[in-house]
């Protein structure tokens, strides 16, 4: 399971260096696992050129069931936190391989729906998984042109966490420090640290 961590901190770090160049001066919040999550799904369709270029990270098998092994120690009942994860991948039904094999390393995350002739029908299914995983907090994700008869593939993820503090913050020492934004500038805000 290391080699999947160093290959996620890495990709980590090579997506936000990409991000940061497109988002100057804009906060940014992403979820590096559940982006390569979805790239891990998409290996297990893809073909010709964009499967042997996915293919030097590693065989098929092999990253997919690091995948199952990670997911399952990551979200696991621990007292020291709560994180769920919630995946969904949308299929057409007329992708019946990919959906087999989807099945079998992302049990529970993929649904089979018809784009062709009901997407509307498949969009508002969607809607629904996600305000209800996300207990209500997002409404309406997909607008109605989102989905047509064109889509082959929607891959939705949700993330809860919740953790306790080592050492916990005490609220009577927050106080205005300088927040660096860039190597130039900086912005004040309320903060708080503690040393053990």
Partial sequence: MDSISVTNTKFCFDVFNEMKVHHVNENIFFSPLSIFTALAMVYLGARGNTESQMKKCGSSEYIHNLFKKLLSEITRSNATYSLEIADKLYVDKTFTEYLNCARKFYTGGVEEVNFKTAAEEARQLINSWVEKE???????????????FGTVMVFINTIYFKGIWKTAF????????????????????????VSE
């Fill in 134 to 148: 996300t207990n209500g907090q997002i409404k309406d994700l997909l607008v109605s042109s989102s989905i047509d």
């Fill in 170 to 193: 005490n609220t009577k020492d927050t106080r205005e420090m300088p927040f660096n934004m860039t190597k130039v500038g900086t912005w004040q805000t309320c903060a708080n640290d």
